[in-house]
């Protein structure tokens, strides 16, 4: 279990070595010496130090907001003001524990040191007692964040990230890049795309933005739209059926590929959502050229450009979705349908697929770079990066 302390000690490692590129100089709180007691009324050095040492016995993750308090505080106590350079907004960790440690302006280093101790004070109050550290679930991964298994002609990705809804990591795409090539000469006719638990998936992993690489913000967005742009990519010349059994609600990358799929079958439990406009982002996935094809230009933007959420029926009246089921009778509905389609001349299937899809090929490798070049300048600016940190520190991600 990481406690308290490590993920600050983490921060303030993070903050010495990390994106600025200079090293600063600050202590690691676990090296820190510890004593206990408090015993002025104005907090000394060593209250601060007791305090540091009461977070570290802290069982329960206090959140993001406390953590980052803390930590401009102890920077407070012991530096002094800020008086670093502003990191890059897209180095989003660095950036909220500057912000943090700047709104502090010029509080004097003993009033920071006597607010920390008394913010450890009234939080240690409310606190568990500590507990020996649990070792992590058995089976909590299991199978990986990617299953991919086959059987009866079928070949099934599952997105196996339940605990985060599905939210697809890079690791994860580029194992779904794999699957699918692999899928594309194994001797299955259809492949299937689902979710494990509650939903299909909730998309791009918002922390994959998070790691910026040493070439810095710049280099992350255009890795990312590089990958982004391959991933794509992979769908649009996958050369069987592609079938997306969405099991539950489906957001942002998972909705926009649709538009790729031969089948999408949902259960009446499934949303559709691509919420771009208040992530900062633009559509992905082919979705600007294949949405609007499908259910008129309005609609099209309603979704990709407004966010609405379309319920699985709306989503089956657009022509995203084939067939909505009962959620009680989904998969044994979806899975029967499925296994008789696999019974069909398979090289008569191949053709007629081959066929239709020829001809929009070439267009949709166009609209998929166009797009991963939008994004890759999405990726940089700070409509989408604030967006991020929200959703992020809202969570205790940073
Ligand atoms: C190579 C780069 C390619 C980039 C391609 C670009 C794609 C664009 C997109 O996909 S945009 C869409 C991005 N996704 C989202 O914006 C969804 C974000 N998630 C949510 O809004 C909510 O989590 C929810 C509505 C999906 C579910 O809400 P609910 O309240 O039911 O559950 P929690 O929020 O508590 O979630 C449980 C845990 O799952 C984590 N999580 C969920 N989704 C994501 C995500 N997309 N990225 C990262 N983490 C996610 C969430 O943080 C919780 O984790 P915790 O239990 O550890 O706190």
Same mark, same amino acid.
């Not at 980052?68 to 012991?78: D, E, I, M, V």
């Not at 006597?114 to 007692?129: F, H, K, M, Q, W």
């Not at 298994?149 to 809804?165: D, G, L, M, V």
């Not at 982004?228 to 099991?247: G, Q, T, W, Y």
């Given at each position: 279990?990481?406690?308290?302390?490590?993920? @600050?000690?983490?921060?303030?490692?993070?903050?010495?070595?990390?994106?600025?590129?200079?090293?600063?100089?600050?202590?690691?709180? !676990?090296?820190?010496?510890?004593?206990?007691?408090?015993?002025?009324?104005?907090?000394?050095?060593?209250?601060?130090?007791?305090?540091?040492?009461?977070?570290?016995?802290?069982?329960?993750?206090? $959140?993001?907001?406390?953590?980052?308090?803390?930590?401009? /505080?102890?920077?407070?106590?012991?530096?002094?003001?800020?008086?670093?350079?502003?990191?890059?907004?897209?180095?989003?960790?660095?950036?909220?524990?500057?912000?943090?440690?700047?709104?502090?302006?010029?509080?004097?280093?003993?009033?920071?040191?006597?607010?920390?101790?008394?913010?450890?004070?009234?939080?240690?109050?409310?606190?568990?007692?500590?507990?020996?550290?649990?070792?992590?679930?058995?089976?909590?991964?299991?199978?990986?964040?990617?299953?991919?298994?086959?059987?009866?002609?079928?070949?099934?990705?599952?997105?196996?990230?339940?605990?985060?809804?599905?939210?697809?990591?890079?690791?994860?795409?580029?194992?779904?890049?794999?699957?699918?090539?692999?899928?594309?000469?194994?001797?299955?006719?259809?492949?299937?795309?689902?979710?494990?638990?509650?939903?299909?998936?909730? #998309?791009?992993?918002?922390?994959?933005?998070?790691?910026?690489?040493? #070439?810095?913000?710049?280099?992350?967005?255009?890795?990312?739209?590089?990958? /982004?742009?391959?991933?794509?990519?992979?769908? @649009?010349?996958?050369?069987?059926?592609?079938?997306?059994?969405?099991?539950?609600?489906?957001?942002?990358?998972?909705?926009?590929?649709?538009?790729?799929?031969?089948?999408?079958?949902?259960?009446?439990?499934?949303?559709?959502?691509?919420?771009?406009?208040? /992530?900062?982002?633009?559509?992905? $996935?082919?979705?600007?050229?294949?949405?609007?094809?499908?259910?008129?230009?309005?609609?099209?933007?309603?979704?990709?450009?407004?966010?609405?959420? /379309?319920?699985?029926?709306?989503?089956?009246? !657009? $022509?995203?979705?084939?067939?909505?089921?009962?959620?009680?009778?989904?998969?044994?509905?979806?899975?029967?349908?499925?296994?008789?389609?696999?019974?069909?001349?398979?090289?008569?299937?191949?053709?007629?697929?081959?066929?239709?899809?020829?001809?929009?090929?070439?267009?949709?490798?166009?609209?998929?770079?166009?797009?991963?070049?939008?994004?890759?300048?999405?990726?940089?600016?700070?409509?989408?990066?604030?967006?991020?940190?929200?959703?992020?520190?809202?969570?205790?991600?940073?």
């Amino acid at each position: 279990m990481t406690t308290m302390a490590q993920v @600050i000690c983490g921060l303030a490692r993070r903050w010495c070595f990390g994106a600025l590129g200079s090293p600063l100089q600050v202590p690691c709180l !676990q090296a820190l010496p510890l004593h206990l007691g408090r015993t002025a009324t104005r907090a000394s050095q060593r209250d601060l130090e007791n305090a540091v040492h009461q977070v570290k016995l802290w069982k329960k993750d206090p $959140g993001n907001e406390v953590k980052l308090k803390l930590y401009a /505080l102890y920077k407070q106590a012991t530096e002094g003001p800020c008086n670093l350079p502003k990191p890059d907004m897209m180095d989003l960790v660095n950036k909220a524990k500057w912000d943090a440690w700047s709104a502090l302006g010029s509080l004097p280093k003993e009033t920071a040191r006597e607010n920390y101790v008394d913010l450890v004070s009234s939080l240690s109050a409310a606190s568990e007692p500590p507990s020996p550290a649990k070792p992590a679930a058995d089976g909590e991964q299991a199978g990986g964040d990617l299953v991919v298994t086959s059987e009866n002609h079928i070949t099934t990705i599952t997105f196996n990230r339940p605990a985060k809804k599905n939210a697809i990591t890079t690791k994860m795409y580029q194992d779904i890049m794999l699957a699918l090539q692999a899928a594309s000469k194994d001797d299955s006719v259809l492949t299937v795309l689902t979710g494990n638990g509650e939903y299909y998936c909730s #998309g791009n992993d918002l922390t994959n933005f998070t790691d910026i690489p040493p #070439g810095g913000p710049e280099e992350k967005a255009r890795t990312n739209a590089i990958l /982004l742009r391959e991933f794509v990519d992979c769908f @649009i010349d996958f050369p069987k059926p592609l079938v997306a059994v969405v099991n539950g609600p489906a957001v942002g990358i998972s909705v926009t590929l649709l538009g790729l799929f031969d089948l999408v079958y949902a259960s009446d439990r499934a949303t559709f959502h691509t919420p771009f406009g208040p /992530l900062g982002l633009s559509p992905e $996935g082919c979705s600007s050229y294949t949405f609007p094809k499908m259910m008129g230009p309005s609609k099209a933007a309603e979704m990709l450009i407004f966010g609405r959420k /379309l319920t699985a029926q709306e989503a089956c009246a !657009q $022509g995203l979705v084939t067939e909505v089921f009962p959620d009680s009778t989904f998969q044994k509905e979806v899975w029967t349908r499925l296994r008789a389609y696999t019974k069909l001349p398979p090289n008569a299937v191949r053709t007629s697929r081959e066929v239709m899809r020829s001809k929009g090929r070439e267009r949709l490798h166009a609209v998929n770079a166009e797009e991963c070049g939008a994004l890759q300048q999405r990726w940089l600016s700070e409509e989408c990066t604030s967006a991020v940190v929200r959703f992020l520190s809202r969570r205790g991600k940073l």
